[in-house]
């Protein structure tokens, strides 16, 4: 009988040729507020993000708020937080208090009705809503529907954040790769490789100790501090931390080959 797997993943990706770098853009407003580490970015250490969001894909909005928990470094009484200009802040609150903010392109000054010591931590939540952008195939959410004509969406991550640091031979082809893991949490289990179809391309056993803590999960890079690098860029990434049932996985990976013109035989 076969046994479905206790986690999947699904990727779209595509190995790029080596290419001269054109010369950097001038910077604009925008990309100052992004990248600039000022005075509201460097008093503070952000913490984690809890989201709570509901994301309608008929419709194409989310709605909903992130919880933010920061350490301040420096007494202060503004933050800034990022948030797409396309979307809208319906408002923050920290604990019961609403909270003044400013907002200028895709950043947000959060100001406080007192001052915020170094050294504590404190939690705000970041209430927001509207229609995330698409564009292309990278960067933020995609909408659309599925094999039976159901509506989905998805995030996309940014190329940008996934470019390749090395070269290898195969260039400029995209492919449909999935992953499956034997079900348990203690012993040896199987990892299966499939790139665009149902057949097994490779195998591998990897120990698995129910006691061992969640660590951090790379993608595109041998490991945390590894030395080999993934080149190339991923269009979408799916992962599933339940069983998946082989027509689920095959009814997946044919939508991703059609979404992105990639022949498969899932």
């Known amino acids: ?6 986690a999947a993943v699904l990727l779209v990706l595509s190995v790029l ?18 990248g600039e580490y000022g005075r509201y970015r460097a008093n ?14 008929a419709a194409k909005t989310i709605s909903g708020k992130n919880t933010i928990r920061f350490r301040m470094l420096a007494d202060d009484t503004r933050i800034q937080l990022d948030l797409y ?27 406080f009705p007192e001052r915020l010591r170094s ?7 970041f209430y927001y809503s ?22 989905y969406s998805m995030m996309r991550p940014d190329t940008n954040e996934f470019q390749a640091q090395t070269t290898v031979a195969t260039t400029s082809t995209w492919v449909v790769i999935a992953g499956r893991l034997d079900s348990g949490t203690n012993g040896n289990k199987k990892s299966t490789v499939y790139i665009n179809s149902a057949s097994v ?14 660590g951090a999960l790379t993608v595109g890079a041998e490991r945390v501090s590894g030395t080999e690098f993934w080149t190339g860029q991923i269009a979408r990434i799916l992962i599933y931390d339940g069983p998946m049932s082989n027509t689920d996985f095959a009814t997946t990976g044919r939508a991703l080959g059609e979404r992105y013109g990639i022949a498969t035989t899932f």
């Open 44 to 57: 503070n250490d952000l913490l984690f993000y809890h989201l709570d969001v509901r994301v309608d894909p």
């Open 130 to 151: 509207g229609t995330p952008m698409q564009t292309g195939r990278f960067g933020g959410f995609t909408f659309g529907t599925d094999l039976a004509d159901e509506p």
């Open 201 to 214: 391309k490779a195998t591998a056993m990897f120990m698995i100790d129910g006691n061992s803590t969640i």
């Open 1 to 6: 009988m076969n046994r479905f797997a206790s």
């Open 17 to 34: 040729p080596a290419a001269q770098q054109p010369a950097p853009a001038a910077s604009t407003r925008a990309d100052v507020l992004r």
């Open 119 to 125: 050294g504590r931590e404190y939690a705000i939540d």
């Open 85 to 111: 200009a396309n979307l809208n802040v319906d408002k923050i609150l920290f604990g019961a208090t609403p909270l003044k903010y400013e907002r200028e392109l895709n950043a947000v000054f959060v100001d």
